[in-house]
Every structure is written in structure tokens, then in C-alpha cells.
């Protein structure tokens, strides 16, 4: 098993920028993909971006892609998002989600999954 522990979440005005990061331990973290998805009250989770175990392959949402970043530490056991240009329906809770397979969007099939950090980007 794997834990996951969110931060850098907070309140932003538009435009502004902020790091999330989501630490593991428990299991060696090389060997898996991460994701992290966000939610709003009354809505599906979704997926926000992806990378996978070595770090080559980072997908990324339309609606984020050129304003995130997502990027790993395998030595330091964690994974960030580094969020620019932020918009007022970036607001969410932002999950960092892990799975063993191989880098995908599917909420499915991520296997462990953090508390979340709250994102408000103010207008």
C-alpha cells in the first residue's frame, strides 16, 4: 500500500499561481504512475493531469494543458502541480491519486488516493 498526503493548497485571486504537492510513503514510489484529479460539490471527479513512473510521460487535461505543470521526485518520494494563469473554475478540491499501471485519466484506476487540498481561485 501507499499513503498520500496533499498540501499547498489556498485561496488565489485569478491569475495567480500556486505548487501542490502530494507526498507518498509506504511503498517503493518509482513504481508507481500519479495523477491528480479535482472535484467540485455535485460533480464527477476529473482528471487534471498525469506522469508516469520514469516522469516521460505527463498527460495533461485540455482545460489545464499549457497552465500546469506536473512533474515528480522519485528521491524525495513526491509529486507536485505547479498551477499558473489560474482561473476561477480551477476551483476544487485536487486529489493526488497512485496506481502500479501505467500512467492513465481513468479515475478507476488509481488504487490509492489522498485527503485532498482545497483550491479557490477568487475572481
Known amino acids: 500500500q501507499v499513503q498520500l498526503v496533499e498540501s499547498g493548497g489556498g485561496l488565489v485571486q485569478s491569475g495567480g499561481s500556486l505548487r501542490l504537492s502530494c507526498a507518498a510513503s509506504?511503498?517503493?514510489?518509482?513504481?508507481?504512475?500519479m495523477g491528480w484529479f479535482r472535484q467540485v460539490p455535485g460533480k464527477e471527479r476529473e482528471f487534471v493531469a498525469g506522469?508516469?513512473?520514469?516522469?516521460?510521460?505527463?498527460p495533461y487535461a485540455d482545460s489545464v494543458k499549457g497552465r500546469f505543470a506536473i512533474s515528480r521526485d522519485n528521491a524525495q518520494n513526491t509529486v507536485y502541480l505547479q498551477m499558473n494563469s489560474l482561473k476561477p473554475e480551477d476551483t476544487a478540491v485536487y486529489y493526488c491519486?497512485?496506481?502500479?499501471?501505467?500512467?492513465?485519466?481513468?479515475?478507476?484506476?488509481?488504487?490509492?488516493w489522498g485527503q485532498g487540498t482545497q483550491v479557490t481561485v477568487s475572481s
Open positions: 509506504g511503498q517503493t514510489f518509482s513504481r508507481y504512475s
Open positions: 491519486a497512485a496506481q502500479q499501471g501505467l500512467v492513465s485519466r481513468r479515475v478507476s484506476e488509481y488504487d490509492y
Open positions: 506522469i508516469s513512473r520514469g516522469g516521460t510521460n505527463t
